[in-house]
């Protein structure tokens, strides 16, 4: 199938899916006047890719992961594949770890903002001085 069906077939738009055949996780054949040409498990091979971008890898972490994929008999490869994804999800941990520092340093902020509001609304109201 060319590229337009490709995309269509999958909800992915034809530039990503260049981007993904640039990245090395996907591939096609060229015809004679160059253009793509991918075969029916490319359906499936996008999905795939996009839930991994879904789940926040990096398209060079993909490309780490992928090789189980397509050699899933092969113990090194599924050796290199479980280290990438526990260095991704370790990655994940710390960017969650980051995440909540930054909250509770806000509710910090946030309640300090709500006490001056408070004290705000029930300071008396100044006099105006006439002239």
Do not use: W
Request: hydrophobic share 40%; net charge neutral; with cysteine.
């Amino acid at each position: 199938m060319r590229i337009g069906e490709l995309s269509k077939r999958t909800g992915v738009s034809p530039r990503s899916l260049r981007y993904y055949e640039e990245q090395g996780l996907l591939t096609s054949s060229r015809s004679g006047a160059g253009q793509r040409h991918y075969s029916d498990a490319a359906v499936q091979r996008v999905s795939l890719i996009r839930q991994l971008f879904d789940a926040g890898m990096s398209s060079r972490v993909i490309a780490t992961v992928l090789p189980c994929v397509d050699v899933p008999g092969d113990l090194g490869v599924a050796e290199e594949t479980f280290t990438a994804m526990m260095r991704e999800r370790d990655r994940i941990d710390a960017d969650i770890a980051h995440l909540i520092e930054t909250r509770d340093a806000l509710d910090v902020l946030i309640r300090a903002n709500s006490r001056h509001r408070a004290e705000l609304s029930t300071a008396p109201e100044p006099v105006a001085q006439s002239a």
